[in-house]
Structure formats: C-alpha cells, structure tokens
C-alpha cells in the first residue's frame, strides 16, 4: 500500500470514529460558552475574535443547538488539516514523510481532544498550516507576484479571528525572509505588503469592537499571563511548562520532537526547507516560554509551533528510524503510548471498568455530568416554581456552571432580547462576555407616561428594573462556600434549598448547591 492511500485510509477511518464520537460526551465548559457567543453574533467578544461562534452557528444552524452540531466542523478540521500536512509533508521531503507525521500527529493527545471538542484550536490550527504552505508556495514562486501572497494575508487573518496568537505567524513570516538571502529582497516587492494589507483587515472587527469596549480583551490577555501583577521570575514556572508538554503530547513524541528540533538547529544555514519550517515553529513556543517565566502558560496555547516542528522531527529522526532497530522499536514505542493516552484523555472510564482506580479528577472529567446536573436544577426550578406560585430566575456563581446549565437546560426561559438563560451575579467588574449581556441589575427604560395636562412635557423618563421584587434560584459550586455578598445583599432572603449531585463509578463528579432567593433588590451604585 502507498504512503498516500494509507494516509487516506487512516485520514477517513479517524474522522469516521470522530464524527461517531462527538454526541456521545457533554460539552465541556468552553464549548458551551462558545456556543452562547454562538447564539449572540458580534464582530468580537471578551477575549476573542468572532471565528468559533460563527463556525458553530453554521454547524448548529444545520444539525441543531446539540453536541454533535456544536462539535460537528471539529473532527473535519483535524481531517483537513491532517491532509494539508501529508501533502506538505510529502512536497518537502516524499511521502512517506507525510504519512509519519500525519501519524505522530493524530495519536498526540492534546491533537486528538482537539479533533473532538469545538474549541478556537482546531480552527486556529487548520488556518496556520494553511497559511504556512500557501506562504512556502509564495516564497517559491518568488520574485514573481502571485496570489498567493494576498491568500496568505487572508489565511493568516482568519485565523487571528480565531485565535489571536494566529497573528504571531506574521513574526515567522518576516523571519524566513530576513534570514533567507534569495528572499530578502521581497521587502522591495509587493507581495509582502499585499499579504501585510489582506491581514490588517481582518483586525478591523475586534479592533472596532474593543475600541467600543475599553479594550478589555487587552486587559483579560494580561492578566491570563498574569502580566496585570508585574514580571518576575519564577524558576518553577518554565519547568512546569516544559513538563506539562511531555504529558499532554506524550512523553515519547515529545522527547522525539524536542530531540529532533536540537538536533535539526546546526542545519538551519544550510537547508531552506529546516530553516522554513524551524522558524515557523519557535517564535509561538518560545513566547509562551517566556510568558511561563512569570507563570505557566496552558500546554494548549503553543500548539501552533508543533506542526512545523513535527515535520522537522519526521525528516531529522527518518535515516535514524530506518537504520537503526533500535530506533525502530523507540518510534513504535512513542505511536502506541501516544495512542494509549489519546484513548484514556478522551474516555478515562475505560480503566475505571477495568478496575482501575484513577485520581479524583481527570480532563475527561470536564465531559460529564453537566446535563444530568443540569435537568436537576430544572426540577427544582420547576418544583419551587409551583410552591411560590411565581416563574423565577437562574444566577450561577461563574461562568462556566452558567454556560453548561444555559445550554443543557430543558427550558430556556429567555428573559428578552439577548438575554441569557442564566445570568452570572451582579457586579460592576468587567468579567467575561456575560458583563455585555442584557443583566438582572440592569434598569431599562421605562414606558412612557401620557401627559396629564395640557402643555405638559416629559424630557426624562426613570429607568425600572423588571427583575425588582422577583425570586431566583442562585446554583454555586458546593466547594464555594455560602452565597456571595452580592446574592446576600440583593435580596431580602437567601436560602440553601437543595444540593445537586452526580456520580460515576461511586466517586462524586459535580456538587453543586441550590439557594432560594426571595425578592429582589438592586444593589446601590
């Protein structure tokens, strides 16, 4: 069989299995936040551009607001940008590269969680690979014009609309130009300029849109790194860092890559193709290295830099693979632990049948039990609903219990335009994308009076607040306590009436606890 036909095979049987797999697990708390912004179209949210929402309202519009339409354009990203690296793969060094690093790539962990949840990296990952070869095709075309150059800027853009760091490509970009003499010359041409143009306009939504909004997606950026605190070193940091990425990529392929990458720097000066793909790959890793001087960044936030360095790895670790048996058995060794993990990262409850006792918490954790804890609380809503003889509202203590309860609700009970299902509690901080969404504090204009007399003449109508006087169910984390300040303080009464539970395997998987809060109050300014 052919390098090219296994690939395709192994492509169709994966997203097969994917596209098999994506109903059967809760969405995890970032899918259904997304799936909210989905809902609410705008040029740009809190902290992130437009891309993943309307890649989910496309989907839903088509399969319905459940898992599989939420996820369904997930497993196709993989499959797609799986392809666009054989070929790649197979125009720089053969085949039968393309085929090993489309393999190493769809038995990594963290690549295979991608494939099945819908989250801003399968995207952002699909729309830089794409741009990486449309640039390579550019470069090689060059000096001559060609339309590629704009295709990139588009490429590249759309993938900032996804995911911000996409933008961090462009740093690449002017690298491989610099550092490669037959190329430096295009910074006299217009092609890197028309690339330049094409990408500056994709920044236009979440730029207007930030303008609008205090820049607060700056703001949220800073304090993910922990900037918003000052810089310091933290030796333990970078080392956590490095560590994470030898769980979530595999211990073996990671060791292979990192092994690979060292070895592959001498050649830099000496091959265009180990340049190109070097340079496409350390400046998002070694950024995110930096940032994990001050505090760690999550293993997912440099994913970019592993499609590139992955087929370096292939190139540099293939005359070993094929020489030595040794090495042989090693690149066996890191496909099969690879693939074990995969499997376990996505069903855990696999070794729990077997007998296996796990930790209490696993990242597949983060798949279950919201729509069960979900329906609980609709119950309850509807229980109490009948006792007190009056609808009431959800408050969740954060965002990611409010999103899981707005989409696994049975009943929705929008308040009004645009309003959430559940709302977060009242404050005047700015958040998440829950601060710009209508709110229970918020005072609206009230209706306009007829004038009582002749002559009279009304130039400012008081705002009202519709929620004033009504019961809510406020749901929280039982780890969090009592009720906040703010539940406290806004209503006349606050009261624990019921705690929610889920388990699994005889081991508690969420608790969340249910208070009664009767008549509320607006909290002064």
């Known amino acids: 069989?052919?390098?090219?036909?296994?690939?395709?095979?192994?492509?169709?049987?994966?997203?097969?299995?994917?596209?098999?797999?994506?109903?059967?697990?809760?969405?995890?708390?970032?899918?259904?936040?997304?799936?909210?912004?989905?809902?609410?179209?705008?040029?740009?949210?809190?902290?992130?551009?437009?891309?993943?929402?309307?890649?989910?309202?496309?989907?839903?519009?088509?399969?319905?607001?459940?898992?599989?339409?939420?996820?369904?354009?997930?497993?196709?990203?993989?499959a797609a940008t799986s392809m666009m690296l054989f070929y790649f793969g197979r125009r720089l060094f053969g085949a039968a590269a393309g085929f090993w690093v489309v393999l190493a790539l769809n038995v990594t962990p963290i690549f295979n969680v991608g494939a099945i949840v819908m989250t801003i990296d399968p995207l952002s990952i699909f729309f830089w690979t794409a741009a990486?070869?449309?640039?390579?095709?550019?470069?090689?075309?060059?000096?001559?014009?060609t339309l590629y150059w704009p295709l990139t800027g588009a490429l590249v853009g759309l993938g900032f609309l996804c995911k911000y760091t996409n933008a961090l490509e462009l740093v690449s970009m002017v690298l491989v130009l610099m550092l490669t003499p037959r190329l430096r010359s295009e910074f006299r041409r217009p092609g890197i300029y028309s690339l330049l143009l094409v990408f500056a306009f994709a920044t236009l939504p979440p730029l207007i849109w930030n303008a609008q909004h205090a820049w607060v997606t700056l703001s949220h950026l800073e304090s993910r790194g922990s900037l918003d605190q000052g810089f310091s070193f933290h030796f333990s940091e970078p080392i956590a860092f490095v560590a994470e990425h030898f769980l979530f990529y595999s211990p073996l392929l990671f060791l292979g890559l990192f092994w690979a990458v060292v070895g592959s720097a001498r050649r830099v000066r000496q091959q265009f193709k180990v340049l190109f793909l070097f340079w496409f790959g350390l400046p998002v890793f070694a950024f995110y290295l930096i940032i994990s001087i001050n505090k760690v960044a999550a293993p997912n936030w440099?994913?970019?830099?592993?499609?590139?360095?992955?087929?370096?790895?292939?190139?540099?670790?293939?005359?070993?693979v094929s020489l030595t048996k040794w090495w042989r058995y090693g690149a066996v060794a890191a496909v099969a632990l690879g693939l074990l993990m995969s499997i376990v990262a996505l069903d855990s409850d696999l070794l729990r049948t077997a007998g296996v006792r796990l930790w209490r918490k696993d990242p597949s954790d983060r798949l279950r039990g919201w729509k069960p804890a979900a329906v609980a609380v609709a119950n309850i809503r509807r229980d109490w609903e009948t006792r007190l003889g009056e609808k009431v509202f959800l408050i969740a203590d954060d965002r990611s219990r409010a999103s899981e309860l707005a989409f696994y609700l049975p009943e929705k009970r929008i308040e009004g335009p645009a309003h959430p299902p559940v709302y977060l509690v009242e404050s005047q901080d700015i958040q998440n994308q829950f601060s710009f969404w209508p709110r229970y504090d918020e005072f609206v204009a009230a209706p306009r009076l007829p004038a009582q007399n002749e002559g009279d003449v009304y130039t400012e109508e008081g705002g009202v607040n519709p929620f004033v006087?009504?019961?809510?169910?406020?749901?929280?984390?039982?780890?969090?306590?009592?009720?906040?300040?703010?539940?406290?303080?806004?209503?006349?009464?606050?009261?624990?009436?019921?705690?929610?539970?889920?388990?699994?395997?005889?081991?508690?998987l969420r608790i969340w606890q249910v208070?009664?809060?009767r008549n509320y109050r607006p909290l002064p300014l």
């Not at 309307?54 to 996820?71: K, M, Q």
């Open 515 to 517: 208070f009664l809060c």
């Open 1 to 78: 069989m052919t390098a090219t036909r296994a690939t395709w095979l192994l492509i169709i049987a994966l997203t097969a299995i994917r596209l098999l797999l994506i109903a059967t697990k809760d969405l995890e708390t970032d899918e259904a936040h997304y799936w909210m912004w989905s809902e609410r179209p705008a040029p740009a949210y809190f902290s992130k551009g437009p891309g993943v929402a309307f890649a989910i309202r496309a989907s839903t519009a088509v399969f319905g607001p459940n898992e599989f339409g939420v996820r369904f354009f997930s497993p196709l990203l993989a």
């Open 132 to 145: 990486m070869i449309t640039f390579w095709v550019a470069a090689e075309k060059a000096p001559r014009f």
């Open 302 to 320: 440099d994913a970019l830099a592993f499609i590139s360095l992955g087929l370096l790895a292939v190139n540099f670790l293939s005359d070993r």
């Open 469 to 508: 006087g009504r019961s809510a169910l406020f749901i929280r984390d039982r780890a969090g306590g009592r009720a906040p300040h703010n539940i406290r303080a806004g209503f006349e009464s606050v009261v624990p009436i019921a705690t929610v539970e889920v388990q699994r395997f005889g081991r508690r």
